[in-house]
T-cell receptor, first 116, second 115 residues
Framework: AQTVTQSQPEMSVQEAETVTLSCTYD???????LFWYKQPPSRQMILVIR??????QNATENRFSVNFQKAAKSFSLKISDSQLGDAAMYFC?????????????FGKGTLLTVNP | DTGVSQNPRHKITKRGQNVTFRCDPI?????LYWYRQTLGQGPEFLTY????????KSRLLSDRFSAERPKGSFSTLEIQRTEQGDSAMYLC?????????????FGPGTRLTVT
């Protein structure tokens, strides 16, 4: 079974600043995928960034990047040049790559506030 | 491609009533997932379809819950004899069978309130 832990229930950042959201996970799988999803208030969940565990290079998507530390089972999200539209609940999630059911295991989320 | 849609968006029902939710996945997505999200929690997996076959059900899915995906297109989730503990957001997600098969696209969810 996989577990995902987000230890920061809430975080805040000033507009244009950088913020890092933490996530740790546990899995017995040798190959798996990690994700950060964004859930704005009353809006649907959107995939922000993904990381394949077999890749050593950290994933980057525009202002979003991850710090993937496989040995430490850590997967943090860095948001650079924070914008008001980044305010949302952020979920870290994992899935294994075996079988056909790629169900996601989510953490409890981190509520990000962006202050103007 | 209009994304994953779910109906209704909100449902208020009295305890003991039956409710049914519908999910329309992205066309040609073979995989379809249902999750439940309670307040302050991340989504939890309920069940998974590949085409029309329901291949896995979580222990969270009691006997009062049933899901179908006839013809491998839309899916329905029915809850019989609703209880107050069923109040939650029910999320549907789909993913393709090839390419980025591990990426799931979520619908807006159906918020269920049981009074």
């Amino acid at each position: 079974a996989q577990t995902v832990t987000q230890s920061q229930p809430e975080m805040s950042v000033q507009e244009a600043e950088t913020v890092t959201l933490s996530c740790t996970y546990d899995t017995s799988e040798s190959d798996y995928y990690l994700f950060w999803y964004k859930q704005p208030p009353s809006r649907q969940m959107i995939l922000v960034i993904r990381q394949e565990a077999y890749k050593q290079q950290n994933a980057t998507e525009n202002r979003f990047s991850v710090n993937f530390q496989k040995a430490a089972k850590s997967f943090s999200l860095k948001i650079s040049d924070s914008q008001l539209g980044d305010a949302a609940m952020y979920f870290c999630a994992s899935t294994n790559s075996g079988g056909s059911n790629y169900k996601l295991t989510f953490g409890k989320g981190t509520l990000l506030t962006v202050n103007p | 491609d209009t994304g994953v849609s779910q109906n209704p968006r909100h449902k208020i029902t009295k305890r003991g009533q039956n409710v049914t939710f519908r999910c329309d996945p992205i066309s040609e997505h073979n995989r379809l997932y249902w999750y439940r999200q309670t307040l302050g929690q991340g989504p939890e997996f309920l069940t998974y379809f590949q085409n029309e076959a329901q291949l896995e059900k979580s222990r969270l899915l009691s006997d009062r819950f049933s899901a179908e995906r006839p013809k491998g297109s839309f899916s329905t989730l029915e809850i019989q004899r609703t209880e107050q503990g069923d109040s939650a957001m029910y999320l549907c997600a789909s993913s393709p069978n090839t390419g980025l098969w591990y990426e799931q696209y979520f619908g807006p969810g159906t918020r269920l309130t049981v009074t």
